[in-house]
């Protein structure tokens, strides 16, 4: 089965450090991943996908991430975190039946001043 | 880019009663529409899936007579809550993909709906 794993609830940062929200997967083939953040009472925002070719994905708001076909992980990095960034992160990929998205349980990301 | 609009954003309704989520593709046709639930802090849930002029395809566990979906036009699905109850509490949202083939589709989400039933 199509899966993603994150195995960190929360993530906490200074503003201005850098960020990491990890995510591991489990899939068949050739993966296709993504990234989106939720804002409270909000739906999801794309951040970027994974589909073949680089390895590190650069997405919207400065975000990027690093494909490791090794270790088979996602992570979402960003060099410099801002406060604004604070909200919940989920990694997914798309289930071969049907196509909806199987999330991971998200990373809360709280960025202090 | 390829908008989708959900309505209500919240809801308040009394236990028994029934309430009807929508979710609207502005700007694509929406072939295929998914519906999630999320509890607080937690993940999305897929609850079915809506292929337009179709039966919904409902996950293991969730009752369909409950959670009605149509998805009568490619432009709109909906989500009618039946028989609300307080343990139907939830966030709902919906997504639609966009795009087509291998590498050029992905998915826009609405806003979703906080259903309280009280």
């Known amino acids: 089965a199509q899966s993603v794993a994150q195995p960190e609830d929360q993530v906490n940062v200074a503003e201005g450090n850098p960020l990491t929200v990890k995510c591991t997967y489990s899939v068949s083939g050739n993966p296709y991943l993504f990234w989106y953040v939720q804002y409270p009472n909000r739906g999801l925002q794309f951040l970027l996908k994974y589909i073949t070719g680089d390895n590190l994905v650069k997405g919207s708001y400065g975000f990027e991430a690093e494909f490791n076909k090794s270790q088979t992980s996602f992570h979402l990095k960003k060099p410099s975190a801002l406060v604004s960034d604070s909200a919940l992160y989920f990694c997914?990929?798309?289930?071969?039946?049907?196509?909806?998205?199987?999330f991971g349980k998200g990373t809360s990301l709280l960025v202090t001043p | 880019g390829a908008v989708v609009s959900q309505h209500p954003s919240w809801v308040i309704c009394k236990s028994g009663t029934s309430v009807k989520i929508e979710c609207r593709s502005l700007d694509f046709q929406a072939t295929t529409m998914f519906w999630y639930r999320q509890f607080p802090k937690q993940s999305l849930m897929l609850m079915a899936t809506?292929?337009?002029?179709?039966?919904?395809?409902?996950e293991q566990g969730v009752e369909k007579d409950k959670f009605l979906i149509n998805h009568a036009s490619l432009t709109l699905s909906t989500l009618t809550v039946t028989s609300a109850h307080p343990e139907d509490s939830s966030f709902y949202i919906c997504?639609?993909?966009?795009?087509?083939?291998?590498f050029g589709y992905g998915y826009t989400f609405g806003s979703g709906t906080r259903l309280t039933v009280v």
């Open positions: 809506s292929n337009e002029g179709s039966k919904a395809t409902y």
């Open positions: 997914a990929v798309p289930i071969p039946s049907g196509y909806a998205l199987n």
């Open positions: 997504s639609a993909i966009t795009g087509t083939g291998r």
